[in-house]
């Protein structure tokens, strides 16, 4: 009797493990995290399988240079081929996306959804992970925390300027209040001999009018015409005292803001940052109050310059 029980409780056993291994049905894993950013600076990192790589913990363990993706990354059936691994997304819009991995024979489903904050400035980021039922005990039982760790990058990526543009950005307030500067407009080809020769002019002229120079000189380039540039160049000073007609200073708000690029690199180097700056603040929804300026704390560039430059971008805005 007690072995017939046995077996019977086996056989159960047995097909209830082939029913939960087989079984054309899904338990979903829900997470979901808060990401200090407006919804349309999210959602492209997961809608897009090309920056899957950017927070997805399996793909960060494999060689990019492996990766194959189709022709476009961003539609339904669009595919990433990533070792043993193959993303294929069914479904997507702006905010959400329905990824299957497949895995040998396993499928798993990824369904990513983003929802904004009523102010804009936040949004919430919800994954379900649908499994089999074996895959959902076995994940329940012994969680490996991949959609933690998936999402804290995701957080980690969009909320660090560095990882995400590229150079460390921030806000600060305005630092120089009062600037001694001279300006020139020349062809864009003697942009840096324009810069040597004002340097000079002010440091003269400053020398001249008995005026203390102990920072570090500052430039900004207006495109005028096609071949034309107007360059101001400048160096903060503590007080006005009287100057050449040549010169002039610049004021600017004790109160205002501004966003900094540090910048470590050759001077033809620099547009790179320019552009990673353009990007924040229209993705921070700023507002430029002037012209950005370039601040030399390694010294002003040389006609030929190819060294590493200490270079402080900055930018006012409001």
């Known amino acids: 009797m007690r072995k017939k029980i046995f077996l019977t409780v086996m056989a159960l056993l047995i097909l209830c493990f082939f029913f939960l291994w087989w079984a054309p049905i899904n338990f ?18 997961f809608t897009d399988l090309r920056n899957w790589r950017n927070w997805n913990t399996e793909l960060h363990t494999l060689d990019t240079a492996s990766f194959n993706y189709s022709r476009q990354s961003f539609q339904v059936n669009s595919i990433l081929q990533a070792g043993t691994h193959q993303f294929t997304i069914l479904k997507n819009s702006a905010a959400y996306v ?3 991995e497949q895995t040998g024979n396993t499928n798993e489903y990824h369904s990513i959804y983003a929802f904004s904050d009523s102010l804009g400035s936040f949004t919430r980021v919800i994954w379900i992970r649908a499994l089999s039922p074996f895959q959902w005990i076995k994940e329940t039982l012994f969680p490996r925390k991949e959609m933690d760790t998936g999402l804290a990058h995701l957080k980690n990526f969009i909320e660090d300027p560095n ?54 000189l500052m430039t900004s380039i207006n495109h005028i015409q096609k071949d034309s540039i107007q360059v101001t160049a400048g160096i903060p000073v503590s007080e006005v005292k009287p100057i050449n007609k040549d010169l002039a200073y610049l004021r600017m708000p004790k109160a205002g803001r501004m966003v900094i690029i540090n910048y470590v690199g050759s001077y033809s180097g620099l547009a790179a940052a320019y552009g990673a700056m353009d990007k924040y603040i229209a993705e921070k929804r700023l507002h430029r109050a002037a012209i950005a300026y370039e601040k030399f704390l390694s010294g002003p560039p040389t006609q030929a310059d190819n060294r590493q430059m200490t270079i402080k971008l900055c930018s006012p805005v409001f």
């Open 28 to 45: 979903g894993i829900q997470k979901e995290i808060e990401i200090a950013s407006p919804i349309d600076h999210v959602t492209g990192q």
């Open 98 to 100: 329905l990824v299957k």
């Open 163 to 216: 990882q995400y543009y590229g150079f460390p950005i921030v806000i600060s307030p305005i630092e120089d209040t009062l600037v001694l500067t001279s300006t020139t407009r020349v062809l864009k080809k003697d942009q840096i001999r324009a810069i040597q020769m004002l340097n000079q002019q002010i440091r003269q002229n400053a020398a001249t009018n008995h005026i203390v120079l102990d920072q570090p």
